[in-house]
Structure formats: structure tokens, C-alpha cells
T-cell receptor, first 114, second 110 residues
Framework: DAGVIQSPRHEVTEMGQEVTLRCKPISGHNSLFWYRQTMMRGLELLIY????????DSGMPEDRFSAKMPNASFSTLKIQPSEPRDSAVYFCASSSPGHSYEQYFGPGTRLTVT | SQQGEEDPQALSIQEGENATMNCSYK?????LQWYRQNSGRGLVHLILIRSNEREKHSGRLRVTLDTSKKSSSLLITASRAADTASYFC??????????FGRGTQLTVWP
């Protein structure tokens, strides 16, 4: 298995632009998680899905952030409009109950908003 | 908060020494997991200990769990420079969500 795949790996954009981050979870995993990591705030859970359904989005900072999971093999995290304070590394992770919910992380997307 | 809290925040040792990191949490858990993150990379699962287990080994890693004190420790024996990374504990809630701490930054000097 290729593991969790994220794209792009790096994104540099100007304030006000729309940003879309993509994630392909490991095949067979039924839970998907979006995290944000910064030096100041550490690793924050933004939202997670079980069987493509959002379960807990209480970590989404504000209405500028939205996430979708149209099928079991794809998810997006969108920021519109982006702001400099959104600069961070965004990780996607997937897991399944059959593995005691051990999470497999993707390589992350480093987002810089200027 | 259900988050695990690691202690110390940073640890610096020489190669060959043992490294011990601690984690405390506040609520009941199903299991506790330790992850490692190398600079610029995603987190990688190291070891899992279930709530009914007290100790677990994997290679140079030893994890203990004390549910009465709501604490866990990760011991890395005979450390190597390549062990330099951040180490996170994570507790699993009954809903299948993991709660991560802020991590311990371990530096192993050659």
C-alpha cells in the first residue's frame, strides 16, 4: 500500500486566495482525520470522518474552512479566503477499528499564505 | 481536557544513554499510543498499549501504563542519533478519536 497520500506537498498562495488540500486515505480505512500543526499551537484536530460522514468538526477554526469526503478514497480541505495565520502544516491521517485505531499519517502539506 | 501531556517538553542526551518520556492524561482510555515525528515529516506510530496492559516492549522501546495514576512512560534504551525526533503520546477515546499531546523533543548527541 502506498500509505496516505496528500497533495500538494507545498502550497504558497496570497492572502484572499482559495486553497484546496487533498487526501487519499489507505484503502480499507474507514476513518479520516485532518490536522493542523504549528509551533505555537502544536497538533490540532480540525475534523474527522467515519464512513465518509463528518463526526466532529469542532476543531475547524471558522467558516473559512470546509472539508468534504465524497467517497471512501478521497477528501478535501478547503480554505476560502486564506489568511496569513492559516500558514501551517496540514496532515491527513486514516485509521480503522481493525488496527485499534492506530493512525497512519500522510506526509503533510506545508501551506504558506503571504 | 482528554489530551495527553508529555513531560519533559525537551530532552537532550548522549548516544548510548536511555531516554525516558512521560505522559499524563485525565479521562478513561481504551488504549494509549506513542508516535514519533521526524522534522518535516508526518507522525509515525511506534507502539500501542491497551488499558488492561501494564508494560509492553518493542525492540529498544518499553512502554508502561498505570491507569490508576493515568500515566504512561516511553523508554528508549541505548539511544542513537537517529532517534532524534519529537515523540507524542495519544489516548484513544471510546468514540475512536485520538487525543495527542504537545510532544517531547528528543535530541540525541553523537
Amino acid at each position: 500500500d502506498a500509505g496516505v497520500i496528500q497533495s500538494p506537498r507545498h502550497e504558497v498562495t496570497e492572502m484572499g486566495q482559495e486553497v484546496t488540500l487533498r487526501c487519499k486515505p489507505i484503502s480499507g480505512h474507514n476513518s479520516l482525520f485532518w490536522y493542523r500543526q504549528t509551533m505555537m499551537r502544536g497538533l490540532e484536530l480540525l475534523i474527522y470522518f467515519n464512513n465518509n460522514v463528518p463526526i466532529d468538526d469542532s476543531g475547524m477554526p471558522e467558516d473559512r474552512f470546509s472539508a468534504k469526503m465524497p467517497n471512501a478514497s478521497f477528501s478535501t480541505l478547503k480554505i476560502q479566503p486564506s489568511e496569513p495565520r492559516d500558514s501551517a502544516v496540514y496532515f491527513c491521517a486514516s485509521s480503522s477499528p481493525g488496527h485499534s485505531y492506530e493512525q497512519y499519517f500522510g506526509p503533510g502539506t506545508r501551506l504558506t499564505v503571504t | 481536557s482528554q489530551q495527553g501531556e508529555e513531560d519533559p517538553q525537551a530532552l537532550s542526551i548522549q548516544e548510548g544513554e536511555n531516554a525516558t518520556m512521560n505522559c499524563s492524561y485525565k479521562t478513561s482510555i481504551n488504549n494509549l499510543q506513542w508516535y514519533r515525528q521526524n522534522s518535516g515529516r508526518g507522525l509515525v506510530h511506534l507502539i500501542l498499549i491497551r488499558s488492561n496492559e501494564r508494560e509492553k516492549h518493542s525492540g529498544r522501546l518499553r512502554v508502561t501504563l498505570d491507569t490508576s495514576k493515568k500515566s504512561s512512560s516511553l523508554l528508549i534504551t541505548a539511544s542513537r542519533a537517529a532517534d532524534t525526533a519529537s515523540y507524542f503520546c495519544a489516548t484513544l477515546s471510546t468514540l475512536g478519536r485520538l487525543y495527542f499531546g504537545r510532544g517531547t523533543q528528543l535530541t540525541v548527541w553523537p
